[in-house]
């Protein structure tokens, strides 16, 4: 059983940056592949970025957001830089043995964090 808890997320303008943490709870850390989902009013959940236990990372907004874990802490990290109005949505941090973009493949969530980008 794996718990998570995602902080950081708030209102920020364009241009700006968040980082959005993702706490785990459970001795099953380690070996799960973590991943952030964002969902907006109307549309589909979508992957954000995903790594594996093994700390390789797929990001599907490249080149402004970077997803990072600290096995230590417990912890993941989604770095989001040159924030957009279209990076509107609540992001969810999400564990699984599985991985992959489908977030059906993932067994565990957080609750979601607010994440809104004023023009």
């Known amino acids: 059983q794996v718990q998570l808890v995602e902080s950081g997320g708030g209102l920020v303008q364009a241009g700006g940056s968040l980082r959005l943490s993702c706490a785990a709870s459970?001795?099953?850390?380690?070996?799960?592949?973590m991943a952030w989902f964002r969902q907006a009013p109307g549309k589909e959940r979508e992957l954000v970025a995903a790594?594996?236990?093994?700390?390789i990372s797929t990001v599907s907004v490249s080149g402004r957001f970077t997803i990072s874990r600290d096995t230590a802490k417990n912890t993941v990290y989604l770095q989001m830089n040159s924030l957009r109005p279209d990076d509107t949505a609540v992001y969810y941090c999400?564990?699984?043995?599985?991985?992959?973009?489908?977030?059906?493949?993932?067994?565990?969530w957080g609750q979601g964090t607010q994440v809104t980008v004023s023009s």
């Open positions: 459970g001795r099953t850390f380690s070996s799960q592949h």
């Open positions: 790594i594996t236990w093994s700390g």
């Open positions: 999400a564990a699984g043995f599985n991985g992959g973009s489908d977030w059906r493949l993932y067994d565990y």
